[in-house]
């Protein structure tokens, strides 16, 4: 395959829309890879060209980190590579303070990732989840201190509602703070929530959105079915779980995987692949995180990006996958938006207005040989 790189964002950072998620690198938790499994695959995704690694500091008890930083370092690629991380859970029980976002939390958490890491930047540094609490305003104004320190290149946030995205964007450029410049959420076939708030907060206001779980936690791949027996993977281990990203079995999800499969067969791909390559391809999605527990997998999965869907087969995907507009959004729609207009038709800009910028082609030569 060939990996091409986009900006992430409004930085300047570029990364490759295939991103490799290390959260199964460790079997701390009961499931995912060992060590040689994870290096494998490590070397796998860089070598396919790939320079963008995902991660967080309580990840599998920290292995994952010190083991993303390990394989780093062993080949030589830290300039190369481009590390996310992530703050916000806690990491020692009874004291308050060990997690959370606020300002003490989150200058413990960048020093413990840099150790493990092995390293003395983090190119990317996420706020794991909102906690409810802490002010934007302290969140913001802590990773901007970082940024002017250098431990930090750019900043993110993960799992936040999108009014405090939205503030915290605010909060930034009145202030003249490092911006938001990436979004990590899930979205996939099965979670398309995303679509209403965060893609155009991301499209207009500059944060690129890192997608996790693709696959719906490993429902989309193909391996699970309403009437299976025995456990085909970590969702089963799930069935009765309160998480509330592990819930993925109810009917609404499994016309998906049906339709997915048909889909998938009508292309010659993989199901897998199919669902990958559906979110790489929306709007506002910056790098689709990948997360495997076995090298095939990741292979399968690098190759999502070498083929189209074709717009009917899309519209097909779409269907089974759609569901209602939530209030206030139902008025966002032609059937009332006419009425705003007067019935003209009306939009931001005519198409081709800012056609994408692509660099690519031979580089010329400087030497006179």
Do not use: C
Not at 48 to 66: K, M
Not at 233 to 243: A, I, K
Not at 271 to 278: G, I, R
Not at 359 to 368: C, K, L, R, T
């Amino acid at each position: 395959m060939t990996m091409t790189y986009y900006t992430l964002g409004n930085s300047g950072l570029r990364v490759s829309r295939l991103a490799l998620g290390t959260m199964t690198f460790g079997t701390e938790w009961g499931w995912g890879a060992d060590r040689d499994t994870a290096r494998a695959m490590f070397d796998a995704y860089v070598e396919a060209g790939g320079n963008f690694f995902g991660t967080a500091d309580l990840y599998t008890a920290g292995t994952a980190e010190t083991w993303l930083g390990e394989f780093v370092a062993e080949r030589g690629l830290r300039d190369k590579a481009v590390i996310a991380t992530k703050f916000t859970m806690n990491s020692e029980a009874g004291n308050p303070n060990a997690g959370g976002n606020g300002r003490k939390n989150i200058m413990r958490a960048v020093d413990a990732s840099l150790k493990r890491l092995g390293t003395d930047y983090i190119d990317l540094y996420l706020l794991h989840v909102w906690d409810r609490i802490t002010p934007a305003e302290e969140v913001l104004r802590t990773l901007d201190d970082l940024v002017r320190a250098g431990k930090v290149r750019h900043i993110g946030l993960s799992d936040v509602p999108a009014w405090y995205a939205g503030r915290a964007q605010a909060i930034a450029e009145l202030r003249g703070y490092e911006p938001v410049s990436a979004l990590q959420l899930e979205y996939s076939l099965a979670e398309r929530a995303i679509e209403h708030e965060y893609v155009p907060f991301a499209t207009r206001h500059g944060a690129g959105i890192m997608v996790w779980s693709p696959l719906a936690s490993g429902l989309l791949s193909g391996k699970y079915r309403p009437t299976q027996a025995g456990n085909a993977g970590r969702l089963d281990g799930f069935r009765n779980t309160t998480h509330p990203s592990f819930q993925k079995f109810s009917d609404r999800n499994w016309a998906i995987v049906a339709e997915l499969e048909k889909v998938a067969a009508e292309l010659g791909r993989s199901m897998a692949q199919v669902a990958l390559n559906w979110v790489a391809t929306q709007s506002g999605i910056a790098s689709v995180i990948l997360g495997a527990t076995k090298l095939n997998q990741l292979e399968d999965n690098l190759g999502a990006l070498d083929f189209s869907i074709p717009a009917e087969l899309r519209a097909r995907l779409e269907k089974v996958s759609a569901t209602p507009a939530p209030f206030p959004h139902s008025y966002f729609g032609p059937e009332i938006q006419v009425r705003v207009t007067g019935g003209a038709v009306t939009g931001d800009k005519p198409a081709g207005y800012s056609p994408a910028v692509i660099i690519e082609g031979e580089a010329v030569s400087i030497s006179s040989n």
